[in-house]
């Protein structure tokens, strides 16, 4: 067995309490298949380094807290994880000083003086076994051992190095807040909370991962959530027996309500407003420490067309850009499939002139259409995935140039035709468009399958795609709540902030099948008005 695996093994034997550990053949105490601390200092820091690896980074500073009587202690702490400042100018600072100056304390009562009188730091707890001490150690927490005590002091001296606050790199918004999240957890709870200050914003804490001890917050409106939901997604999180947590995209797995489906039952955003405002609507956030992404729950199909923009300008606007992106989407996951459709069995629903211009442009062209636009949008997936992997400054060269320069090669070359690089070309701006990564991955997928079917039965393959992709997509739950609501089930009550989005002075309830308690979210009397007429 490993060291980690004896520290935490259960005894064999019961111990007295001031029993001396045994030695082993090295001559070093054998006290690591001890769950519970020991009360002798020097054991307890050699334990640290003997299941730590003696690693680099590991910190102890041993110090006299008093001569009469005498008093030892240690401080052991992970540099890198720490907040420098705070342990020196706060803990260390205060032990050297202040101890000294107060009346003698005995050993027995020295704990308690540390952790209720002198010790000015916001969070300080008691720790007695070594699975909690090594969780708070490797968390960024500063341990201070007392010879002669069979516990520890737990400091909160979380901090090192952090990335700023920045603007968001995938969703850009015209207006609106420009913050997004960034690798700290507790700094992103922070960004949700000062948009929601309210005391039944809850937070529950989590650790995921054998080896990582990943921390993972859940967040939720008390009184506005689904309960149901909210257990649920307890159930989900406890059930993860995992080696590590390096992202949110490992947690999304793992909870999704169905695997085996190309659409994201899950949504996640870098975007606090985005956050607040579903938190507001009775969803659960999702909060993984070390990565930037939020996730949110229950999702729908609907949500991943919708942009922050849309709540930022008026209801007039934000429809008319709604209905773009649906449109959009159609385009881009039927355009090349449409395209082999009719130049394949539909001829004669083009006109004229335009199938003989399409007819002459193909003459040379070897391949038939099905194949013409297999190679264009696996030439252009090539494209874009270079573009996405290599340096920023590159990659856009790449993309850009390559395309050009690839496209009018191979019209020249003969091996495509100018229709179908246009027809293609469209295609891929059209998937840019979509607000949600997730969802134009997925139309990507769908393109593929619809000029299969494009190819064996034209339009009448294209129809059964679509009628195959609504049934799936009808079929599908987030967390028990069908994904494709209010359209399926249809719910008139909750259609106003869909395809359409109604005025905000008309959005009066939350979405019904998401929280069924304190529906209602604004007064009767928002409608806009002129002024009154006071009588001057």
């Given at each position: ?33 001890r ?7 020097s ?58 100056l ?18 000015p ?18 968390s960024g ?67 995921i ?51 085996y ?61 709604r ?41 040379a ?11 264009m ?19 856009q ?135 009154e007429?006071?009588?001057?």
């Open positions: 067995m490993g060291l980690v695996s004896k520290l935490f093994a259960k005894p064999k034997k019961k111990k007295k309490k001031n029993q001396p550990a045994t030695k082993d053949t090295s001559g070093q105490a054998n006290d690591i298949s769950r519970f601390l020991n009360n002798d200092l054991k307890n820091l050699q334990t640290i380094l003997n299941t730590t690896g003696n690693s680099a980074d590991i910190i102890i500073r041993q110090i006299d807290l008093a001569d009469e009587p005498p008093i030892k202690a240690a401080l052991v702490m992970v540099d890198g994880l720490i907040d420098d400042k705070t342990v020196n100018e706060t803990i260390i600072h205060t032990l050297l000083t202040e101890y000294s107060q009346e003698a304390v005995s050993i027995e009562k020295s704990f308690d003086y540390l952790e209720k009188k002198l010790l730091i916001t969070n300080v707890t008691s720790v007695y076994d070594w699975n909690d001490l090594f969780g708070k150690l490797l927490e500063t341990i201070i051992f007392i010879d002669g005590i069979e516990k520890a002091l737990s400091t909160s001296t979380r901090g090192g190095e952090k990335r700023a606050v920045t603007e968001s790199q995938n969703e850009v918004s015209l207006r609106g807040p420009k913050e997004a999240f960034t690798e700290s957890m507790r700094t992103n709870t922070s960004l949700i909370r000062s948009r929601i200050k309210n005391p039944n914003l809850w937070i529950e804490s989590f650790q991962g054998k080896v990582t001890k990943t921390d993972i917050n859940v967040m939720y409106m008390k009184g506005i959530a689904n309960d149901k939901i909210v257990k649920e997604v307890r159930r989900r999180l406890k059930r993860i027996e995992i080696d590590q947590i390096p992202d949110s995209g490992f947690i999304e797995q793992l909870i999704e309500e169905k695997t489906t190309i659409f994201p039952t899950v949504y996640h955003t870098e975007r606090p407003d985005i956050v607040a405002a579903n938190l507001m609507e009775g969803k659960i956030a999702i909060i993984v420490n070390g990565s930037p992404f939020v996730l949110t729950v229950p999702a729908l199909f609907i949500e991943f067309f919708q942009a922050a923009d849309d709540y930022y300008a008026r209801f007039d606007i934000s429809t008319g850009i209905f773009l992106r649906v449109l959009i989407f159609f385009i881009s996951i039927v355009g090349p499939a449409t395209y082999v459709a009719v130049t394949t069995y539909h001829q004669e629903m083009i006109p004229t002139l335009l199938i003989i211009a399409i007819a002459a442009q193909r003459e062209v070897p391949f038939p259409a099905y194949v013409e636009a297999l190679l949008e696996t030439t252009f997936e090539i494209l874009r995935e270079a573009g996405v992997r290599l340096p920023k400054a590159v990659g060269a790449v993309s850009i140039v390559g395309a050009l320069v690839i496209g009018q090669a191979a019209i020249q070359a003969g091996i495509v035709s100018p229709a179908m690089v246009i027809v293609v070309s469209i295609t891929a701006i059209a998937n840019f468009a979509t607000p949600s990564f997730s969802m134009a991955i997925s139309t990507r997928v769908i393109r593929f399958g619809l000029m299969t079917l494009a190819a064996v039965m034209g339009f009448y393959g294209i129809i059964t795609g679509l009628m195959m992709m609504t049934l799936h997509l009808c079929s599908l739950r987030s967390f028990g709540v069908p994904y494709m609501e209010p359209l399926a089930p249809l719910m008139i009550k909750n259609m106003g902030d869909t395809i359409i989005r109604i005025p905000l002075w008309k959005m009066k309830s939350r979405p019904k099948l998401i929280s069924q308690k304190n529906i209602i979210r604004q007064g009767d009397n928002q409608q806009p008005r002129p002024p007429d006071n009588g001057s």
